[in-house]
């Protein structure tokens, strides 16, 4: 069995929780409190695990935040990973892919390298360009099937000459690329009802479901209509909507808090489905 895939699952069940929380985390946006120290994204980071850790399954990292800061951006996003709690689910937002031997290496890098347990990838370079994140299958693979944004109409929900739309040829896809349960995909949770009919189009696929807060998705469709048959296989990613809370902190404990407030919150309005 996928490894990457048991570990998360096994969290789902004993946490009844299928929250990701997403470090989307900008230095502009960061609480004042943290910019006197020596690393504020770190520790900006690793407060936000604390915050989260009794309700979060996993933590996405999406590169852009890291990326854009060059050298620096990258060291904490390598501090931070190296933090996560073993337990919870890494997932690298890079969105990559390529020819075969470019994503190869892409592949080494987020997995041999970075040690992440999984990957966002885009699909349309077709098999090839997916094949060498498919090899491997201890890990998670997400491929972008229908975004969360205005304009996953211009390409994913186009028609295509077959009657399909993109999206549903991506889906069809995907389950045939799939290694031992690696395979996963990316379902805005502001397409609540196409997410209804992709999951019981695909019941193995795993689904990471971003767009809950600040894209104005609903946290209780997504996870109804997103687990499977098992109440697991489904991730829900929130990222602003937990890790800016409004206000102005005077401590650390005080912005950890807030924090917990919004992912107890969070967690507590999944129970539903369990
Ligand atoms: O692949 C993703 O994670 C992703 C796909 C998608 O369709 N929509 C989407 O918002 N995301 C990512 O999910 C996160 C959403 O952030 P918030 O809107 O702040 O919760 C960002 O890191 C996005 O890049």
């Keep these: 069995?996928?490894?990457?895939?048991?570990?998360?699952?096994?969290?789902?069940?004993?946490?009844?929780?299928?929250?990701?929380?997403?470090?989307?985390?900008?230095?502009?946006?960061?609480?004042?409190?943290?910019?006197?120290?020596?690393?504020?994204?770190?520790?900006?980071?690793?407060?936000?695990?604390?915050?989260?850790?009794?309700?979060?399954?996993?933590?996405?990292l999406n590169m852009a935040f890291y990326e854009s800061r060059?050298?620096?951006?990258?060291?904490?996003?390598?501090?931070?990973l190296e933090n996560l709690p073993s337990e919870s689910l890494s997932i690298a937002d890079a969105k990559r892919a390529d020819i075969g031997n470019t994503s190869r290496k892409y592949?080494?890098?987020?997995?041999?390298?970075?040690?992440?347990?999984a990957l966002?990838?885009?699909?349309?370079?077709?098999?090839?360009?997916?094949?060498?994140?498919?090899?491997y299958d201890q890990k998670l693979i997400f491929v972008l099937c229908l975004t969360s944004n205005p304009g996953s109409a211009d390409f994913e929900e186009q028609q295509l000459q077959s009657g399909t739309s993109l999206y549903q040829a991506v889906l069809s896809k995907v389950q045939r690329w799939e290694r031992n349960g690696n395979a996963g995909i990316v379902v805005g949770a502001t397409k609540s009802s196409q997410l209804r009919e992709i999951r019981k189009a695909a019941p193995g696929l795993f689904f990471l479901i971003p767009g809950v807060g600040a894209q104005g998705g609903s946290?209780?469709?997504?996870?109804?209509?997103?687990?499977?048959?098992?109440s697991q296989a489904a991730l829900i990613n929130v990222s602003r909507g937990i890790i800016y809370p409004e206000g102005s902190f005077d401590s650390i404990e005080s912005f950890e808090d807030a924090v917990s407030?919004?992912?107890?919150?969070?967690?507590?309005?999944?129970q539903s489905i369990f």
């Design 107 to 117: 592949a080494e890098a987020f997995f041999d390298h970075w040690g992440f347990d």
């Design 1 to 60: 069995m996928n490894a990457a895939r048991n570990k998360v699952n096994e969290q789902i069940l004993s946490k009844k929780s299928l929250l990701c929380v997403g470090l989307d985390s900008d230095p502009d946006k960061i609480p004042e409190i943290f910019h006197s120290m020596q690393k504020p994204v770190l520790e900006f980071n690793r407060a936000v695990v604390r915050a989260t850790r009794e309700h979060a399954v996993a933590y996405k």
């Design 70 to 80: 060059g050298i620096e951006g990258l060291l904490d996003m390598q501090s931070t």
């Design 219 to 230: 946290l209780q469709e997504s996870a109804a209509f997103g687990v499977d048959e098992n």
């Design 120 to 135: 966002t990838v885009a699909p349309y370079m077709g098999e090839d360009s997916l094949e060498p994140f498919f090899d």
């Design 261 to 270: 407030v919004k992912a107890a919150r969070l967690h507590n309005e999944m």
